[in-house]
Structure formats: C-alpha cells, structure tokens
C-alpha cells in the first residue's frame, strides 16, 4: 500500500473522530496526537501536520474541544486540547455511528 | 452562535495575537519531531530539516487554520473595502460620474418608492380592511354601470345575507355650519348608524352611533371629524355633547357625540358624519342615490357574496317590479374603489423608474468595463499572485456595492427633495399621497436597491475581467488591451439595451402626453378664460326662510357683483361644471305613454339665472335663452342640451314641447331652447342630457355659484368679489372664490402628475443613455487609435475613419430603437387605461420616439468620432 493511498484512508471525518476518541483520555498535544494515530494504528495510518493542525482548529471552532497553553516536559509552553462536554457527546454519536457502518459492511464482506 | 461570533470576533480582532499562537504551536510540533529524529541518530540541522520536510507547506497549514477558525471572511472583506476606497479615490472622474448616475436612479426609485408605501403598501385605517367590499347599482336596460342603490335595497341586503357580517349605506352632502355672523360650508356624509362598525373604525373620542339614530326624530347627533375638532373646538376633549348649529335642509342644532380618528377620510375628505336612514321607516326603492359599502363575514369571499346578491336582487326584483326592473348589484373590494387610479399608475410609474435605474446601472457597468480594462494588469498580477477567480470576482463586486451605496446616499438626497416636490403637487383626489416621507421602510429600500444595483452593474464586469489572459496582460505592458477584446460585444450589448429601455420609456410618455395633449384640446362646452367663480351657499335660516327670499339674495349678489369694475357678465348655476356635483332627477312627457320604468327617463337638472348661458359662452343651437321676463308670474320654461334633445325629443321639434320635472312642487313647462352641451364631470366625460330652469320662476337652489366673466385676470378680482357676497349675504357661506380654470386644471391633476412623472423619467433616461452611448464611443475610440492611425497611414481620409466609426455606433442604437419599439409594442398595452383618444401603438408617437431618439444618440458618438477623425497616423505611429 503506498503512502498515498494510506494517507487517503483517513478522510477528513475519520480524522476527527480518532481525534476525539483519543482526547477522551485526557489532554493531548498535537504532536502527540500525530504520533498516538501512528502507533496506535500500527503505522498503516499516518497522519500529516498539514491535515491534523486544520482539523483540530476546525474542532475548537465547532466547540467540541477547547484549547490550554500549559508548560510540556522541557519547560516549554505548549497548546494542549481537551474535550469539551458537547465534544464527548459528539464522540459517542459519532462512534455509534461509525460501529454500525463498520459492522454493516462487514456483514456484507462476511456473507459475499 | 453567539459564542462563534466572539470568537470570529476575537480572532478578527486580536489577529496578531492569534497568529503568535499558531505559530508557536506549529514550532513546539517541529521541535518534538526534530527530538524524535535526534533520538533515532540524526544530527541536530540534518534532524530540523528532516522535520520541515515531513510537516509539509508550513505556511499552507496555517492559512487553512486560519480559515478554519473563519476569520477569512471578515479580513477580506476589510482588505476588499480597503482595496475599493483606494481604487475609487484613485479615479475620481469616474466615481463622479458612477455616483451622479446611480443617485439619480437610485434617488427616483426611493421617491417613487416612497409613494407607493403611502398610497397601497400602508394599511388602510380600517380594522381587517380586506373585508370591505364596496355595492354598486347596475342597470344594464339603462346604462347604468357602477351606479347608486336605494335605502331599501341596501337594508334588505343587509338583513338577508348570509355572506355579509353588515351593509352601510352612506352619501355625501354639503353642508353649512350656521355661526353668530357667518357659515362655513363643511363636507357632510350621511350615513347609517352601522356605518363605522362596517368600516371597522373605533371613534377617537366620544361614542358611534347607536342602531335607530338614524330615525327622524332621533338624528340630531354628529360625529366630527378630526380636522374640524382641531380648527372649531381646538382639539378640546370636551367638544362631547357640545351643540352645533348645522343646516342641510333645515337648519338644527346637533349634538357632537364623537370625534372620527384623524386617518379616516371617508370617501376623500369630510368633516361631519350624520346619522340617517332607518330600517323601519325607509322602504324607498325607486330612488337611487345611495353609496353602500358592506363588510364580508370572516371566511366568506367576495364571489360567494357577489353570487348571494344575485340572488337577493333577482328576488327582489320579482317582488318590486315596478321600482327594481333590472336592477343588479356588482361587488369590488374597497381597496381597489378607494386605491383607485392611482392604483395602476403607480405601478406604472415605479416600472417606468426601475428602467431608469436599470439604465443607470448598465451605464456604470459600462464604465466600471472601461475602467476594467485599464485595470488588467493589476488584476492579472493580482492573479498571477495566487488570488483565486472567486476573490478577485469578490473584490471587484465589494468595489461595485461601495460604489453604489454612496450613489444611494446621495440619491437619498434627491429622493428627499422629490418627495416634497410630490407631496407639495399632489393631487386633491389621492389624499393619502399627502403622507408620503422617507421612513425606515423607505430608507430599507433605498439600501436594497443599492446594493441590487452594486451587483448587477458589478457582476458583468467582474466576471469579465476575472479571467485575464495573464500572459497576454502582462506582456502587452502599459497597453491593457486583452480585457477591452473581451469586452467589447458586453459594452454593445449594454448600449442596446440602454437604447431599448430608453426607447420604451420614450413611447410610454409620448403616449400620455399625446392623450393630456388631446384631452385639453377637448372643448368642453363653455370657455372658462377670464371666468372667476364664486359659490353662496345659503342657509334657510337666518332671514332666508321663504324662496322669496332666497331669489332676492341671490339677485342682489349677482347685481353688486355685476357692478365691480372689470366684471363683464355674471351668470349663476346651481352646479357649476366640473365642480364634481349633480343632481339627476326623473321627468315625463306629458302627452307620450310614459315609460314603464320611472328612471328611464332621468336627466340633469341645472338652476340658473337668465345671463348663464352668455357668461359661459354656453352656445344657444334653437329657440332661446331664459330671459329676464320668465318670472313667477309668466308661463313655466325650460331649456334643454343637444344630448336631451337627441335622446328624448328626436321624433319632432324640441322647442315648444312640454316637460314635466319631478321636483317638489312638480315644475312642469315649455321648452324654449336647446344649447349646447357641456362637459360637466370632465374633460374625458361624455355629455348626458340636461335640464335647465331658471332660479327666476320658484326654483331656487340654496346652493348657487356665480361665474363672472371678467376682463381683466379673474383671480385678481377674487377678494373684492368675496367682500361683496359676504356684505350682502353675512349669514352665507362663501366658498370656492377661484378662477374656473383652476377646476379644469384640478380635473387632470392626476394625469398631469403622471405625465410629468414619466417624462421627467424618460428624459433622464434619455440622457444617461445619451452620455453612455457617448463614453462607450469615446473608450472605443482610445482602445482603437493604433488601429485607426494604421488605417489612415494606409490611405483612409478622415471621412471614412468617421463613417466607420459612427457606423459602428448607429447599428447599436438602431437595434436598440428597434428592440424598444417592439417591447413597447406589448408594453404599453398595459397602460391602456391611462390614455386618452390614442392607441396604445399609436403609429405617430412610435415614429417620432424613433426618430428622436436617433436624432439624440447619433450625434452622441459623432462627436468622438470626429476626434478619431483627426488621430494623426505619424504621432500614433511612432508611439508604438
């Protein structure tokens, strides 16, 4: 699988809603955020700052996260997110929405 | 929401800031990554670089932040503002010239405008005004269309319909009211008692009539009008139960129970409401000389109505055959009756000046095009830069609203001034134009239309210019001539149109001002130069009890008139022609087997003195005029008009036949003489058959207007003229002192202020186009100098430089005045009811409207072409 084609696998909504999933436990950088998609999807998606850094200003646009100057590790001031009550909701219609669809096409794959 | 905004705000605000933000956070990202590459082995510049290049267009991520946060919208409209103001500061004569154009436009639309809110879009000042339905009379075996009703037709609808919550009957009277030392005459209404209830008006003060006021014994109450509280009783609350001493037909004492609100001017103007006609006493039908209007029941419709008093009239004319043959009932909606006219002209009009501004807004287009290809190398560079076709298309139209909306500040101006002009010309027949003022629905408008005319005459343009050829534009340096290609087929297409819509607007004038031209050549009868009327209202009270009496007063008024220097002779009328009263009242020839139905034979009836007839220059066709020995004691005459004789005496003589008119006591006589006809409702009035008696022989009229034929300027005399009524007659009211062409000139008030209107819009209309065919022609020119300096290197004389220039120029006015002519073709069918004796595609004022217009644009682009004409090819040569 090329670079390309990985990297069209997250559309702009997927993104948003792994961002949510993931600030769902706690305060997260957007460096870290970058790297947890990586890691955490055993590197099959990745995720450009390009793409990321628009979507989470969208997100704090739309309310569903908030925004914190704190101090990180070295001393430096860094801008975490958290989620915010309406982001949680969204995350769960949202999540919901995303295992149906997951589970209706895989139903289909299942049974051809 | 509202938090969005402040954030949009916040971020438009504390731009800077907001920026710092994103950039640190964006540096803290390239930092990590660069530590995560130092930790997997690379050196610190090799791992810095290594970070950059995987972030990606860093400069790319921070404006699709910014624009995700939404902020892009306001900073550019900021910048677009910017932009524009520097663009239009920087070419004043064209912003000039724009501004001027679209104020006037604009500026007429908002006066126009402006009446129309006043005259149809303002509610009416009755409560659910849509349910007032007006009832006319109609009798088609007697020609009768839009006519009166009887007091008992009027009741009977009202007690059996189911359709019609009430029905009022009402008529107007005139009135004086008796004082100390003089009177006033006053414009009375008489009504039923239901009559403000049906209208759905509350009194401001005091209570309405009660059901059975309206019976005699029990009618001595008024209810006054807001004007006559304020001039009689100085707006004093306790003007209730005050007495006033009126008289109509016997002078009273009334008791003021209520006073009208000031908005209700039911029909045009009055300022007491009587009560009269009562259910149980007036079974009068063979008497049609009422006005009803009804109120229909909350849900019914005015077909379901209109086919209910079908009915109803159809029975009872089976049930009253004798006074109800054929009589029928027409409804209309209220609105329509009291709107009127003035209804459709408006339209017309505020149609007529959307032109103006359409014309307006394809001259500016026109320039902004001209502008716009001067401006091709800056929008080619601004694109070449990166701006995208939509912002440059969106900077261009924010440039073209500034524009129009400081056009529309000014045109508020001019609309400001025009309303006054308006207002101060109004007619008396359409009170409510009187209102007319700029308010914030007006002031709503006039942005509108701004803004509207910012992006019609914007879009074309921009859209144009919007997509250089950027290599073309850029490499063709100081000459910005690839835009002007493009543009000149739009230029051409604007001109047509300008010249189309100008030339409707021309046909739609010519036309009514053929009609007014027409109309005021109309003769009406009588020659009203150099005739001062004077009107005497007398009261019965007062020393004038007996008729005797009466004939005496007026006798002496007219001799002490008489006796004024200047006054050459005085004639006196009961109902001076054009004076908007009549009275019409059946009559039999004895001798012939008489009509079955009484009102067939119907006629005008006209009280005058013996010298009328003369003063009036009323010609005499048979027999003779009253004379000064037709007295009570001689026998009875009378004098007839051609029409009478034409329609009632054609088998035989008409001097010398006998008449009998049923007024009370019966008048029954000889006729001596028919005389010419008069217009007497106006100009565009047919002639109907009149009677006249003389005041001499016991037929006197309260009510009579002098005419003075003068030999010096009649108004001039006015005040002396009054003097000497009111020494002869001080109980009497004087009213009307006036020349008698000012009621001519009254009576095509309307038509003068829409002719005026119209030609006023097409004349601007004329000239914008005029001065649009002119600059297209002057910019062509410019943009072709190489072309033509090369024609005429090669051997062209500045003949053929001229011919093909104005050429070019004349085919687009020609198709123009073709494309107008034939619009207006269909157009001005609409506007039929306007004219008078033309038809609406009048063949003549076709021609000349095409002919003048040709004369006025042809000229327009000859005068740059003659400067094309004089281009000297070595100068244009060597520029290259």
Redesign the interface.
Known sequence: MSAQKKADLLKQGTLELLTLRLLRQGPLNGWDIMQRIRVASGEVLTITPGALYPALHRLEERGLIKAEWTASENNRRAKFYELTRAGRKQLETERETWRRFAGAVDAILKDA | MM??LR?RLRALLQRGEADR?LE???R??L???AGLNVRAGMSEGEARRAARR????VE??KE??R????VRVFEDLLQDLRFGLRGLRKSPTFTLAAVLTLALGIGANTAIFSVIDALLLRPLPYDDAGRLVWIWGDNRQLGVSQGYLSTGDIFDFGRQSTRLESVAAWTTVPINLVEETRSERLEGILVSPNFFGTLGVRVAVGRDFEPGEGREGRNQFVIISDGLWRRRFGADPGVIGRTLTLDRNDVNSFTVIGVAPPEVKFPLRTDVWMPDFDEEEGDERGGHDLRAVARLKRGATLEQAQDELNIIAGSLERQYPKTNAGWRVTLTSARDVILGTPYRAVWILLAAVGCVLLIACANVANLQLARAAGRGKEIALRAALGAGRGRIIRQLLTESVLLALVGGAVGLLIAWWGVGLLRAMSPDTIPRLRDAGIDGRVLAFTAAAAVFSGLAFGLIPSIQSSRPDLMEALKAGGRGTSVAGGGRRTRGALVVAEVAVTALLLVGAGLLLKSFWLLSNVAPGFKADHVLTAGISLSRDLGAQTPERHKALFSQAIERVRALHGVETVGAISHLPFGGRGVNLPFTLPGREPSPDADATRAELRVVNPEYFEAMSVPVRRGRAFNAQDTDSSPKVLVVNEAFAGMFLRDSEPVGRRLRVNLRPGFEGEVVGVVGDVRHRGYDAEPRPEIYVSYMQNTVWPVMNLVLRTGVEPGSLAPEVRGELERVAPTAAVFNVRPLNDFLSDSVAERRLNLLLLLVFACVSLATAAAGIFGVTAYTVTQRTHEIGIRMALGARPGDVLRLVVGQGSRLIMCGVGLGLAAAFVVTRLMAGLFYGVSASDPATFILVGLSLCAVAIPACYVPASRAARVDPLIVLRGE
């Open positions: 938090g969005r954030r933000e640190e956070e964006l803290h990202h930092e990590r990554e995987d972030f990606g267009g790319q991520a699709l932040c624009e995700a946060r939404g």
